[in-house]
Nanobody
């Protein structure tokens, strides 16, 4: 079955960096686009970064030029490099494929940015 396991979150000061990882299994990872999402307390889940099967990337305006999404098909892993973090980046971060709709969410990884 599909499994998505996020890791790499933590507490960081504003201006710092974190690298998130998402290990995928149970589906043909290499042919699927992947997204990173985040959900802050009291807010809806939003897409922050996308990567296609051919590694074309797209970013939300709020993270453009600060975050970078990448993938390693051999490791079935998608990454999110987050630089110049801001307190408003505080959220639980999730990965998923848009092909799965609202299914197969992992536990997410908490990112907390202190000011």
């Amino acid at each position: 079955q599909v499994q998505l396991v996020e890791s790499g979150g933590g507490l960081v000061q504003a201006g710092g960096s974190l690298r998130l990882s998402c290990a995928a299994s149970g589906f043909n990872f290499s042919i699927n686009a992947m997204n990173w999402y985040r959900q802050a307390p009291g807010k809806q889940r939003e897409v922050v970064a996308s990567i296609s099967s051919s590694s074309r990337t797209n970013y939300a305006d709020s993270v453009k030029d600060r975050f970078a999404i990448s993938r390693d098909n051999a490791k079935k892993t998608v990454y999110l490099q987050m630089n110049s973090l801001k307190p408003e980046d505080t959220a639980v971060y999730y990965c998923n494929s848009p092909a799965f709709g609202n299914n197969y969410w992992g536990q997410g990884t908490q990112v907390t940015v202190s000011s």
